[in-house]
């Protein structure tokens, strides 16, 4: 498609978007690009620019009424690569106003050279306004917009009513009911707040208050308008009395002490004394404290804190509404300061001895020891994990003898919880001719032994060959009969039974799990492909589109971005897939405190002769589905596990790994139901219905049918030098 072309077809479709908001009511006056007869009362302008982190500039503050938007996006506001942003505002998000769906898309190219207004009306709260294009996540902000001034000085006209039985004396028989109304002829009223005595605090009202207390009582009220004027205060006098009775029967008293012991019952820091009365009669009606022998008696209406450090005694009365009162009682106990915590982390260190070569590597094996101390609350557990893999309990020194770069990370938590930040040693080991390297058929450091997907619960340990078990049963090798599996499983179970790996229990149950597997079957698991096994042969069957690059790494992984940033993907273009299970293990490598941010794509069209082909990392992001790859707790709402635009996963579902540890990625898909698993959890679930859009809505989405392919290509994401993502056994299995 020309240049033209594509402009043409950009104002076609932002003609269309502003077509269909005006029609549908959801622009306030006119469609983007268009002035409205009527001016607006403000005007608030948005630009950006070559930056995909930032709008160039953007206001933070509006009031209330109509408004004029302007979004540009050109080259005068900085803008020399033609790159599309969008001005979004949120109406997904209960904690934001959702009255203003504004979604305006501008590029230089476009029919209005990239600058673009809409008429609409704020009302107070706060706007969350975003770009919606991926990779675009961190351009955001919020506007808050406060009430318009207006012309209404005048107050609420407030009043009150009270009703209730009254006695010769005028006084409320047993209660009185308070009713208060306001009145405003301007802005109208916004509330009406009430406080009981002179000292009272102020409390919104939304109902007649009923007062039953015995005695003299004052009601204090005013009323605020929606302009902000607040009426002078006003006070309603009245008495209630109890009704006739022969009740001679003071009330029942007790009063608990509650609050955090030390060994000695006194109470750490603070204790709360809880009083309670009950009155069969006429009822109680008031309840008094005082604290310490001489201390004045006060209304009790909460707990009663005490903080300050020593012995006290609190006592407690109350009277019911016939004026008995019971005798005074009184509660004794100590406060005193808590120990000092302890919020120190352990101090740990970590050597690696061995004899080395003239190079420094360590010949045949290195032994890496770790120490930890604690001053205070003492060390309780110290952990490693070789590798990038998960950590496990450090009980003795670590002996790493397989050939190859290696890095231990270790910590130690004490017994207060506080953990120490992780520490890494790195270190080679270099053939020595004495031990070789360990012949593992496949490279498997999960947690547990799982067959298939039946988790047995058992550790999967290092056997004697420096294999972990999972690697020897080789659950996703293709395998032509289950019968040929079981045996094979038993064969393994057989002798790590005789060397003491496992014991009796743990053989039956790794056993069971391969029947209950049904690997083998026919119908059941086909065995899984690689498609990238680390090597350079591997890795040449992979193309590279847009932006960005992925480096060949010399323990078998890739990284993005970390010889050249940009959007951009790798994808495999040998064949489609329909239904699938995907696994793969990747790593956050980000330098400093970032964070990787990439994604999968998956079922997407040949990115070459494309309507998208100027931009054929675009394919992916338009047709296909981005499950998404993103551990940070700021930026893009998308997190790890997000299936992108339009499922979120929120960070607590995504079950966030410490930075530089490899994460094992499971993504199935089965018609239009996606599965994705993080190191063995199910973290998101997502049916890829028909009506599905991008959530917020794109300008440039192209529609439900897009949305609906049965099978496509693979692909990874690269974003720049910052989000930078390693990955590493990649295999595919068709189901």
Same mark, same amino acid.
């Given at each position: 498609m020309t240049s033209v072309r594509r402009r043409r077809a950009r104002h076609l479709w932002t003609a269309l978007l502003a077509s269909v908001l005006l029609l549908l009511g959801l622009t306030s006056t006119a469609a983007y690009g268009r002035a409205d007869d009527t001016k607006a009362a403000q005007v608030l302008t948005w630009t950006a620019g070559d930056d995909i982190t930032k709008y160039v500039s953007a206001p933070l503050t509006a009031v209330a009424g109509a408004t004029t938007i302007v979004f540009e996006n050109s080259a005068a506001t900085g803008n020399t690569t033609g790159m599309p942003h969008t001005l979004t505002f949120d109406v997904s998000d209960p904690e934001y106003n959702n009255d203003v769906p504004l979604n305006i898309l501008a590029n230089p190219f476009d029919a209005e050279g990239g600058k673009h207004t809409a008429e609409v009306v704020l009302t107070p709260g706060r706007y969350r306004f975003h770009c919606t294009i991926p990779g675009h996540g961190s351009m955001q902000g919020i506007l808050v917009v406060s009430e318009g001034t207006g012309e209404d000085t005048t107050a609420p006209d407030a009043s009150a009513k009270v009703e209730g039985q009254k006695n010769a004396d005028g006084a409320y028989v047993g209660s009185a009911s308070v009713t208060l109304s306001a009145t405003d002829e301007g802005s109208g009223v916004d509330r009406i707040e009430y406080a009981l005595g002179a000292d009272g605090a102020w409390q919104p009202y939304t109902a007649p208050l009923v007062v039953d207390q015995v005695g003299e009582h004052a009601v204090r009220y005013r009323a605020t308008d929606k302009a902000g004027n607040t009426s002078a205060e006003k006070t309603e006098r009245f008495t209630v009395v109890a009704p006739p009775t022969d009740d001679t029967t003071p009330p029942e008293t007790s009063a608990t002490v509650s609050g955090e012991k030390d060994d000695q019952g006194r109470y750490l820091d603070m204790a709360t004394v809880t009083v309670t009365a009950s009155d069969t009669g006429s009822g109680v009606n008031t309840i008094e404290y005082a604290i310490g022998d001489t201390g004045a008696w006060q209304a009790y209406t909460a707990p009663v804190m005490v903080h300050a450090v020593g012995t006290h005694k609190v006592r407690y009365r109350a009277t019911d509404k016939a004026g008995n009162q019971a005798a005074e009682k009184s509660v004794e106990f100590t406060v005193v300061t808590p120990p000092v915590q302890d919020k120190t982390p352990p101090e740990t260190s970590a050597t690696v001895t061995g004899d080395k070569n003239s190079a420094g590597a360590y010949i045949s094996s290195a032994k890496v020891t770790v120490t930890a101390t604690d001053a205070g609350s003492g060390v309780d557990k110290v952990e490693y994990s070789l590798d990038g893999g998960p950590y496990l309990a450090y009980t003795a020194p670590v002996l790493v003898d397989r050939v190859g770069a290696h890095s231990v990370a270790y910590r130690a938590t004490d017994k207060a919880g506080n953990t120490s930040t992780a520490k890494t040693v790195t270190f080679t080991v270099a053939s020595g001719g004495g031990v070789p390297a360990p012949n593992c058929a496949e490279f498997d450091e999960r947690l547990t032994v799982i067959v298939g997907t039946v988790d047995t619960g058992i550790p999967n340990r290092v056997t004697n060959n420096r294999c972990r078990i999972n690697e020897l049963i080789e659950d996703e090798k293709e395998w032509t009969s289950q019968a040929l599996f079981l045996k094979h499983v038993k064969t393994v179970t057989d002798k790590l039974l005789k060397e003491g790996v496992i014991d009796q229990r743990e053989y039956?149950?790794?056993?069971?799990?391969?029947?209950?597997?049904?690997?083998?079957?026919?119908?059941?698991? #086909? =065995?899984?492909?690689?498609? %990238? @096994?680390?090597?350079?042969?591997?890795? +040449?069957?992979?193309?590279?589109? !847009?932006?960005?690059?992925?480096?060949?790494?010399?323990?078998?992984?890739?990284?993005?971005?970390?010889?050249?940033?940009?959007?951009?993907?790798?994808?495999?273009?040998?064949?489609?897939?329909?239904?699938?299970?995907?696994?793969?293990?990747?790593?956050?490598?980000?330098?400093?405190?970032?964070?990787?941010?990439?994604?999968?794509?998956?079922?997407?069209?040949?990115?070459?002769?494309?309507?998208?082909?100027?931009?054929?990392?675009?394919?992916?992001?338009?047709?296909?589905?981005?499950?998404?790859?993103?551990?940070?707790?700021?930026?893009?709402?998308?997190? #790890? =596990?997000?299936?992108?635009? %339009? @499922?979120?996963?929120?960070?607590?579902? +995504?079950?966030?790994?410490?930075? !530089?540890?490899?994460?094992?990625?499971?993504?199935?898909?089965?018609?239009?139901?996606?599965?994705?698993?993080?190191?063995?959890?199910?973290?998101?679930?997502?049916?890829?219905?028909?009506?599905?859009?991008?959530?917020?809505?794109?300008?440039?989405?192209?529609?439900?049918?897009?949305?609906?392919?049965?099978?496509?290509?693979?692909?990874?994401?690269?974003?720049?030098?910052?989000?930078?993502?390693?990955?590493?056994?990649?295999?595919?299995?068709?189901?």
């Open positions: 039956n149950k790794i056993n069971k799990a391969a029947k209950q597997s049904g690997i083998g079957k026919p119908g059941q698991q #086909t =065995g899984y492909r690689t498609i %990238f @096994d680390g090597t350079a042969g591997s890795l +040449a069957k992979w193309e590279h589109v !847009g932006g960005g690059s992925f480096a060949l790494n010399g323990d078998g992984s890739m990284t993005s971005g970390t010889t050249k940033g940009g959007l951009g993907m790798l994808w495999f273009p040998e064949r489609t897939y329909g239904d699938f299970s995907l696994k793969l293990q990747w790593r956050d490598d980000a330098p400093g405190s970032g964070n990787a941010n990439s994604g999968v794509f998956v079922r997407f069209p040949q990115v070459h002769d494309h309507p998208e082909e100027s931009r054929p990392e675009w394919v992916a992001i338009k047709y296909g589905h981005e499950v998404q790859v993103f551990d940070s707790p700021t930026g893009d709402m998308y997190k #790890t =596990g997000s299936i992108y635009g %339009f @499922d979120r996963v929120g960070l607590a579902g +995504a079950g966030v790994t410490q930075k !530089g540890t490899w994460n094992d990625y499971e993504i199935r898909v089965v018609d239009q139901h996606y599965q994705i698993f993080r190191n063995g959890v199910l973290i998101n679930e997502f049916d890829n219905t028909g009506g599905q859009v991008f959530e917020p809505p794109r300008s440039d989405d192209p529609g439900t049918d897009g949305r609906r392919f049965a099978s496509g290509y693979l692909g990874l994401q690269v974003h720049s030098t910052t989000d930078v993502v390693s990955y590493r056994d990649i295999r595919i299995q068709e189901l």
